[in-house]
């Protein structure tokens, strides 16, 4: 009884200290009346906190699959507002199946997810909150590390930068903290961290209410329609703009039913700007950031950033995955190959794959943000350019209600089919200046080890525009210039060639391609006649070239707009160090031992006609053995006792057909 009577004076003392707007306290209102009226959306949240009766049938549904569920924590923190809302009615229920759940890491989970940033942060405020309200146990690491947690957004911001999937749950999980615990410490760092996300989530935001960013990690969904998001709710509750939602979102719930101040937060909103912001640390100043945890929880906070396979912490990655038995678990499947490797080679690997171990890192990175009311255009300059890509958005741009953005991958006649966990198969750079963004592709060489056990992911290179005709009033086409106009907001697209893959703009990618997008508006140009009139004077160049002084083979372009222009200079290496020939993967010839310590054999019986030619490469595609056989005997024996710990590609031609298979050597 104490321990409630102590929450319900704190809520009440915030709400005597931190009055918010009164305009503001009215939107939440309705924003609960709508809701509760139409009976859409997450009700739970909003019910126990207008004391109505929960759904007993759906809440017994929840309570029963929780526990098999991926994303359990998503409704774990509603249940904790529920458990602090209603009182002690949903005890019985609810306490029972949360004190079965593990919160943290733990032997052999195949099922959850603890280290990304928002699942982090939910797990760890439901288990504090949990320990605070009803004794639930819990180890001494989570004090620190929840503080950690909360400093480090503070100070360096969210590694999932803008995310229209995942910030809107990492609210959530602060505003639990904020709204519930009775530690002063915590309560006030989940305040202000919770409000420079807020903050994060207005920068975007165009006058009509639109987010469009460019992101850490996001999903295609998230631009596709401009309203009735999970991270609308919340635009709405602050500033009014946009649609009025007609039933609540996740994070609305929880922001609706919130004494969180957020008159700074609305007062940061602005229709216009201009300007650049950095975002997180380099990888390499988070062994002293983080040093205050224990070896595992520095890891894992290393993970939120998608360190993962980085060569910096390869190794402890691969200890872990190891000592928790979590190989399987459906975030590591594509890794999975590696967990035959020698531990003491896996640094070493984890550097020849850099085109995919480096770029799923998200931290150190600069944002340019160009918005003037209706138009956007946001972008990452360098983000991992040229290397294979995730879930991350380099750029975006809002024209009105509707995204329009470039991908690198397969083209599907449905854009809804491409990989979601993929959204480029290598990244591009982007140049910005103000409104005008070049866009340039250069694609790194996939090493023959990555193509072997996740080639199907990046294969697909061609870079493909994401357009849809039916979201503009007004559509031109000018050589290679296309123009739009919804209203008075216009954007230009320069497409690299003029070719299209099912029924999407899309070029296929060779060295190289640079396109160029703009965007506009009345206020900016005057009439879309005029915004046409200045693209058509336009200077557009591109060159390749060898820089012998810096033994590299430059890509540079240029696009000059009036008073606007961009270029960039994009030199690589020439030393090629990856094979690229039509290899095709079956099983027309075996390899034993296969792992291999001192000796391999390759039996060549299926090849009636001879020779063959048999190479084998490093994990870099650097051939290290090679030798014809005119099939005498039936088996070629290769010494590879001098072969460092790895995996090797064995190839073998044979009438122009090439064959492959992965060895691994111990």
């Given at each position: 009884m104490k321990k409630k009577l102590s929450i319900f004076l704190m809520c009440f003392y915030s709400l005597l200290t931190f009055a918010n707007d009164s305009t503001y306290v009215e939107?939440?209102?309705?924003?609960?009346?709508?809701?509760?009226?139409?009976?859409?959306?997450?009700?739970?949240?909003?019910?126990?906190?207008?004391?109505?009766?929960?759904?007993?049938?759906?809440?017994?549904?929840?309570?029963?699959?929780?526990?098999?569920?991926?994303?359990?924590?998503?409704?774990?923190?509603?249940?904790?507002?529920?458990?602090?809302?209603?009182?002690?009615?949903?005890?019985?229920?609810?306490?029972?199946?949360?004190?079965?759940?593990?919160?943290?890491?733990?032997?052999?989970?195949?099922?959850?997810?603890?280290?990304?940033?928002?699942?982090?942060?939910?797990?760890?405020?439901?288990?504090?909150?949990?320990?605070?309200?009803?004794?639930?146990?819990?180890?001494?690491?989570?004090?620190?590390?929840?503080?950690?947690?909360?400093?480090?957004?503070?100070?360096?911001?969210?590694?999932?930068?803008?995310?229209?999937?995942?910030?809107?749950?990492?609210?959530?999980?602060?505003?639990?903290?904020?709204?519930?615990?009775?530690?002063?410490?915590?309560?006030?760092?989940?305040?202000?961290?919770?409000?420079?996300?807020?903050?994060?989530?207005?920068?975007?935001?165009?006058?009509?209410?639109?987010?469009?960013?460019?992101?850490?990690?996001?999903?295609?969904?998230?631009?596709?329609?401009?309203?009735?998001?999970?991270?609308?709710?919340?635009?709405?509750?602050?500033?009014?703009?946009?649609?009025?939602?007609?039933?609540?979102?996740?994070?609305?719930s929880f922001l609706a039913t919130s004494n969180l101040p957020v008159d700074d937060v609305i007062a940061s909103w602005t229709p216009y700007l201009d300007t650049s912001i950095q975002i997180g640390h380099p990888i390499e100043s988070s062994f002293d950031i983080l040093s205050d945890l224990s070896t595992r929880d520095r890891l894992l906070f290393q993970w939120t950033f998608g360190g993962y396979f980085h060569p910096l912490i390869a190794e402890e990655s691969f200890d872990l995955l190891t000592e928790y038995d979590i190989w399987k678990h459906k975030?590591?499947?594509?890794?999975?190959?590696?967990?035959?490797?020698?531990?003491?080679?896996?640094?070493?690997?984890?550097?020849?794959?850099?085109?995919?171990?480096?770029?799923?890192?998200?931290?150190?990175?600069?944002?340019?943000?160009?918005?003037?009311?209706?138009?956007?255009?946001?972008?990452?300059?360098?983000?991992?350019?040229?290397?294979?890509?995730?879930?991350?958005?380099?750029?975006?741009?809002?024209?009105?209600?509707?995204?329009?953005?470039?991908?690198?991958?397969?083209?599907?006649?449905?854009?809804?089919?491409?990989?979601?966990?993929?959204?480029?198969?290598?990244?591009?750079?982007?140049?910005?200046?103000?409104?005008?963004?070049?866009?340039?592709?250069?694609?790194?060489?996939?090493?023959?080890?990555?193509?072997?056990?996740?080639?199907?992911?990046?294969?697909?290179?061609?870079?493909?525009?994401?357009?849809?005709?039916?979201?503009?009033?007004?559509?031109v086409e000018d050589g290679l210039w296309l123009m739009a106009r919804q209203d008075e907001n216009y954007v230009a697209v320069r497409r690299s060639c003029t070719e299209q893959v099912n029924s999407w703009w899309a070029c296929p990618t060779e060295e190289g391609q640079t396109w160029v997008i703009m965007v506009g508006n009345d206020l900016m140009y005057g009439s879309f006649s005029e915004f046409q009139n200045l693209i058509a004077t336009s200077e557009f160049n591109e060159e390749w070239y060898y820089d012998s002084a810096t033994s590299q083979y430059v890509y540079h372009s240029q696009i000059s707009i009036d008073t606007l222009s961009a270029e960039y200079a994009w030199g690589v290496d020439s030393i090629t160090t990856n094979i690229q020939s039509p290899l095709m993967n079956n099983s027309e010839f075996s390899i034993y031992p296969n792992p291999s310590s001192d000796l391999v054999n390759i039996e060549l019986d299926a090849f009636e006609n001879k020779p063959v030619n048999v190479k084998v490469f490093n994990a870099l595609g650097v051939e290290i053995f090679s030798k014809q056989i005119d099939l005498s005997t039936s088996f070629e024996k290769i010494q590879t006792a001098d072969w460092k710990a790895g995996t090797y590609i064995v190839t073998i031609e044979n009438q122009g057909k090439y064959y492959r298979q992965k060895l691994v050597k111990f």
């Open positions: 939107r939440q209102a309705t924003y609960i009346d709508v809701a509760l009226s139409n009976n859409s959306g997450n009700l739970f949240s909003l019910k126990a906190y207008r004391g109505l009766p929960l759904d007993q049938e759906k809440l017994d549904e929840l309570l029963e699959e929780l526990p098999t569920k991926y994303d359990p924590d998503f409704r774990i923190v509603e249940l904790i507002r529920v458990l602090f809302y209603a009182d002690g009615i949903y005890d019985d229920d609810i306490l029972p199946v949360l004190g079965e759940m593990p919160m943290w890491l733990n032997q052999g989970d195949s099922i959850r997810n603890y280290w990304t940033e928002n699942h982090m942060i939910m797990w760890m405020s439901s288990e504090w909150l949990l320990h605070e309200r009803y004794d639930k146990a819990i180890d001494s690491t989570l004090y620190p590390r929840l503080i950690k947690y909360l400093e480090l957004k503070n100070e360096h911001g969210f590694y999932e930068f803008f995310s229209s999937v995942y910030a809107p749950y990492t609210l959530s999980g602060l505003l639990n903290l904020y709204d519930f615990t009775e530690d002063q410490t915590i309560k006030n760092l989940a305040m202000q961290v919770a409000q420079r996300l807020l903050k994060d989530i207005l920068k975007p935001t165009t006058s009509l209410g639109v987010y469009f960013p460019a992101a850490g990690r996001n999903y295609p969904e998230k631009y596709r329609t401009a309203y009735g998001q999970n991270h609308n709710g919340l635009i709405y509750l602050l500033t009014g703009l946009g649609e009025t939602p007609s039933g609540a979102s996740h994070s609305g975030d590591w499947g594509v890794f999975q190959p590696l967990s035959f490797i020698s531990p003491n080679s896996i640094q070493g690997l984890a550097e020849e794959l850099n085109v995919l171990s480096y770029s799923s890192g998200l931290t150190g990175h600069n944002l340019r943000i160009f918005k003037n009311n209706a138009v956007a255009l946001i972008s990452t300059p360098e983000l991992w350019k040229g290397k294979a890509g995730f879930q991350q958005w380099p750029f975006a741009v809002t024209v009105g209600t509707t995204a329009v953005y470039i991908q690198a991958g397969k083209v599907t006649e449905n854009w809804n089919d491409r990989d979601r966990n993929v959204q480029n198969s290598h990244l591009p750079h982007v140049e910005q200046n103000k409104n005008l963004a070049l866009i340039m592709y250069r694609p790194q060489s996939i090493p023959l080890i990555l193509d072997l056990f996740a080639g199907e992911m990046f294969e697909d290179k061609e870079v493909a525009l994401f357009w849809k005709d039916d979201s503009f009033d007004e559509i």
